[in-house]
């Protein structure tokens, strides 16, 4: 049972375009969502979160809008950049697992073109 | 560098052999996580650690695998018997503290079992 759905798989945005990527989850019980991005042949490193108190928080070019009725979040990057290309992961974790492990989505691929 | 270190990057085994990976966590993380990432998908939880004890085991992680995190420093996962299936990336992370706090992730280490 996939409790973390992302979309798209893949995204191709102009440089200084917005990318939108875009995660549905099903277990209400989760109150933490953070998103990672990842470079090849790195680990993933966290890019913001959010808890399900705030509707969007924004830092830098980076901006996670939550809605908790729809149980949908997404994130958005302004201004992307080519540097920017990466995969990015949306996941959620909950405090009712002892051990907050995070639940990821499957990923998308963002390619920034100039 | 006082990022996670995983040890080593690359590892290339022949099926039936036992392998195993170290991951040193952030100093004084008291939490210690393992994840597998196969191509195309999100890490998935396989272990948590909190301090030296290992609190949680993901249906994941068979018989064949075992972690350990002794003195609640450096930790080891170790797979026996190696089967094709387990070519992934195995990413270790750690975190700080009460709650959902942010975790930071390793390098990971890649296996490919011939």
């Known amino acids: 049972q996939q409790q973390v759905k992302q979309s798209p798989q893949s995204l191709i945005v102009q440089k200084g375009g917005i990318s939108i990527i875009n995660c549905a989850y099903e277990n209400t019980a989760f109150d933490y969502f953070p998103w990672y991005q990842q470079f090849p042949g790195k680990g993933p490193a966290l890019l913001i979160a959010i808890r399900p108190d705030v509707s969007e928080k924004k830092e830098g070019r980076f901006t996670i809008s939550f809605n908790k009725s729809a149980k949908q979040f997404s994130l958005h990057i302004m201004d992307s950049q080519p540097g920017d290309s990466a995969t990015y992961f949306c996941a959620a974790s909950f405090a009712g697992a002892g051990s907050y492990q995070l639940t990821f989505g499957k990923g998308t691929k963002l390619s920034v073109i100039p | 560098d006082t990022g996670v270190s995983q040890n080593p990057r690359h590892k290339i085994t022949k099926r039936g052999q036992n392998v195993t990976f170290r991951c040193d966590p952030i100093s004084e993380h008291n939490r210690l996580y393992w994840y597998r990432q196969t191509l195309g998908q999100g890490p998935e939880f396989l272990t948590y650690?909190?301090?030296?004890?290992?609190?949680?085991k993901s249906r994941l992680l068979s018989d064949r695998f075992s972690a350990e995190r002794p003195k609640g420093s450096f930790s080891t996962l170790e797979i026996q018997r190696t089967e094709q299936g387990d070519s992934a990336m195995y990413l270790c992370a750690s975190s700080f503290g009460r709650g959902n706090t942010e975790a930071f992730f390793g390098q990971g280490t890649r296996l490919t079992v011939v």
């Open positions: 650690f909190q301090n030296e004890a290992q609190l949680e």
